[in-house]
């Protein structure tokens, strides 16, 4: 399968536990970008990069949230002392330069905090 | 709350019957329009995407209708199959102003009845 990967597809945590999740794109898409969707909404954009430079971040993300690309290639999103309005869907998704507003999504991670 | 959430626009038709999905849009600088198909616990699929300069795009089984001067997207699916159940979403992309997101209107629940 050569699409977007998330891992893991569900974690359930206690508030106040850090999380760390794992995204990685399509192998020759440099633009990758996390987004987050509630039940019943479409997602809302979080942060993206290009490459390995984060070049844009929503105010949504807040400095309980850092998102990282070290190599380029596979992204990870970590929350810090989660709380339980970080339950959601985080989605992860990859586009080309060329083709960039056709983003290619991953299954997502299921976050739950208790 | 969540319960408002979860009470997604519904369209309901019988299988064979042509679907006609809307979505309004508010940005008048988006340049792309993108439609997305979202099944139970998956992650949003590309399903079309038309440019602004165009006001229809054809794909298999789907055709997507631009109305600029009313700022209005339509995604028409011919002979609706059961495998089409699912929640579809429009997006915008905005390539102005350092913007690199995807905008996403509001969902709408597509129930295919045998």
């Known amino acids: 399968d050569t699409g977007v990967s998330q891992d893991p597809r569900h974690k359930i945590t206690k508030r106040g536990q850090n999380v760390t999740f794992r995204c990685d794109p399509i192998s020759e898409h440099n633009r990758l970008y996390w987004y987050r969707q509630t039940l019943g909404q479409g997602p809302e954009f979080l942060t993206y990069?290009?490459?390995?430079?984060?070049?844009?971040k929503s105010r949504l993300l807040s400095d309980r949230f850092s998102a990282e690309r070290p190599k380029g290639s596979f992204s990870t999103l970590e929350i810090q002392r989660t709380e339980q309005g970080d339950s959601a869907m985080y989605l992860c998704?990859?586009?080309?330069?060329?083709?960039?507003?056709?983003?290619?999504f991953g299954a997502g991670t299921r976050l739950s905090v208790l | 709350g969540e319960s408002v959430g979860l009470h997604l626009p519904t369209l309901s038709v019988q299988e064979g019957d042509n679907s006609i999905i809307n979505c309004a849009y508010s940005?008048?600088?988006?340049?792309?329009f993108i439609w997305y198909k979202q099944e139970s616990g998956k992650g949003p699929q590309f399903i079309i995407d038309?440019?602004?300069?165009?006001d229809k795009r054809q794909g298999q089984r789907v055709t997507v209708l631009l109305n600029k001067t009313v700022k209005h997207l339509s995604l028409q699916i011919a002979a609706t199959q059961p495998g089409d159940s699912a929640v579809y979403f429009c997006?915008?992309?905005?390539?102005?102003?350092?913007?690199?997101?995807?905008?996403f209107g509001t969902g709408t629940q597509l129930k295919v009845e045998l």
């Open positions: 998704a990859s586009s080309s330069l060329a083709g960039r507003y056709i983003q290619y």
């Open positions: 990069f290009q490459n390995e430079a984060q070049l844009e």
């Open positions: 940005n008048s600088a988006s340049d792309y």
């Open positions: 038309i440019r602004s300069n165009m």
């Open positions: 997006a915008e992309y905005d390539p102005t102003g350092g913007g690199n997101k995807l905008t």
